[in-house]
């Protein structure tokens, strides 16, 4: 029997994921108040038991646009998702249920946001790559372990005097990551996401912000999950470029990490062939797939909504040139269906 999570689950459904190699820290139940209050989806965060036990679970997020299309994706806004699961029962009634909810919504297509292949007969795309390293509890060992140009920009970086220091609120982190996104034709995300994404994980949810003599340079939004750390929402100020403070800031994430016994440095995702793909092998990570599998409702082919889509063009070179203030009103309209 499938059944739908509700808050008074909360603590069987994390409990499931703390203890269950395959899930992610987007398995979380979190998501689901993060999502719905945040951006106003419908979620079906479904799970499966038997005596007693919960064997399986699946987030997902409904998000129906005129823009960009009816979809059921595990998960919206998350890098991983899909299925994960104790036994072979527990993943095909759970997948089995999905396929029938998709249909029942009449969605495009149903996507499971998998990090290893499950459905080799269904489609899937080939557009994005994650990038995992495994820490030394040495922080000079890890920093040696930089490629030698790589780790020149951490010394001129430092060399230049900047520092980190974590913030209790979002509000710096907003203003330089909304920058970042801004200038690469991106609609930002509302401030209100991230405000319920500390407010919801907690001290599992930090934010690194980078000064020189107090003044912005670059701050990211990191994720703690079992002995992993996922920096995740990151950028720059215009004073980044310039004083290396991308460099800088992911070194002092890995550097905090390390100091709390954290053993693997999960870098994210990208697309290949992007800056963000270089940037990350340029620090010695490989890039490892993912299989973000598809089942086709009323869609004949896989959607193709991502910057790198030649219809984009235009609209991406137009949000370039918008004042940072406006793109930061107009954004959250548009960036609340690109998930």
Known sequence: MIKTLDVSQYARWDAFVDN?????????AGWQQVIERAFGHKTYFLYTEHDGEITGILPLVHVNSRLFGNQLVSTSFCVYGGIVATNEQAYAALDQHACRLAERLGVDYLEMRNQVQKNPE???KDLYVTFKKTLDADNEKNRLA???KQRAMVRKAIDAGLNSTLDVTVDRMYQAYSESVRNLGTPVFPKKYFQLLKQVFGEQCEVLTV????????????FYFKDQVLPYYGGGTALARELKGNDFMYW???RRAVDKGIKVFDFGRSK???GSYSFKKNWGFVAQPLFY??????????PDINPLNPKYKVFIAVWKRLPLPVSQLLGPFLSKDLG
């Open 20 to 28: 269950t190699k395959e899930a992610s820290f987007f398995h979380l």
């Open 122 to 124: 269904r489609p899937h």
């Open 146 to 148: 930089i490629p030698r």
């Open 211 to 222: 000064e020189l003599n107090g003044q912005l340079v670059a701050s990211v939004m990191s």
């Open 252 to 254: 002092e994430v890995m």
């Open 272 to 274: 290949i062939g992007t």
């Open 293 to 302: 599998e598809f089942y086709l409702v009323k869609a004949k082919i896989l």
